[in-house]
Structure formats: structure tokens, C-alpha cells
């Protein structure tokens, strides 16, 4: 199982950032797909999650209205929209199928 999450980068608040995670080595379209984050000196939480048909999707209360987490089977591929980003957003964001993580992608809000 592999999982590698890619666009991150610098943003400024109020900009947008689309991350990807491309999935290799299982049935994709079987699992549930979530998106995680971790900033400095605090624990991972959930951000978003979506199950595998891709009919049903939660999201942490502190992203509502701005995230959208969404999949391509066909490409074996989770996106995480982000608009609206604030500092507070700042965090390396992890892809995560059960029992398996990405490398993480940094994501930084600043001006």
C-alpha cells in the first residue's frame, strides 16, 4: 500500500490549495479515504472523510463551508479542496486509508 499526497505549498489567507493523494498497491475503491492534519505541538485530527463510492462525506467543524473532500476511482485518487484558508490551517496533511498513512504534504498560511 502506498499513499502519496502532493500540492501543498505556501498560501496566503484567504487563497486556496487543492491536495491530492494518489493510492497504489489495493482495491482503492473499497476503502474509506481521509484526509488528517497535524500542526506544530498538537495531536492529528481529522479533517475530512469520505466513503468509498464517494456518496458521504464528513468534515471536522473547524473546515465546514470550506473544504471539499472529494475521489476519483477511475484514478485511484482523494483530493482535499481547501478555500478560505486561515493561519490556523497551517499543518502537514496526511492521507490515510485504515491501517495505513502518507508521507504528508506541508501546508503553510501566511502573508
Known amino acids: 500500500v502506498q499513499l502519496a499526497e502532493s500540492g501543498g505549498g505556501l498560501v496566503q489567507p484567504g487563497g486556496s490549495l487543492r491536495l491530492s493523494c494518489a493510492a497504489s498497491?489495493?482495491?482503492?475503491?473499497?476503502?474509506?479515504m481521509s484526509w488528517y492534519r497535524q500542526a506544530p505541538g498538537k495531536e492529528r485530527e481529522l479533517v475530512a472523510r469520505?466513503?468509498?463510492?464517494?456518496?458521504?462525506?464528513n468534515y471536522a467543524d473547524s473546515v465546514k463551508g470550506r473544504f471539499t473532500i472529494s475521489r476519483d476511482n477511475a484514478k485511484n485518487t482523494v483530493y482535499l479542496q481547501m478555500n478560505s484558508l486561515k493561519p490556523e490551517d497551517t499543518a502537514v496533511y496526511y492521507c490515510?486509508?485504515?491501517?495505513?498513512w502518507g508521507q504528508g504534504t506541508q501546508v503553510t498560511v501566511s502573508s
Open positions: 498497491g489495493f482495491t482503492f475503491s473499497s476503502y474509506v
Open positions: 490515510q486509508r485504515t491501517g495505513y
Open positions: 469520505i466513503t468509498s463510492a464517494g456518496g458521504i462525506t
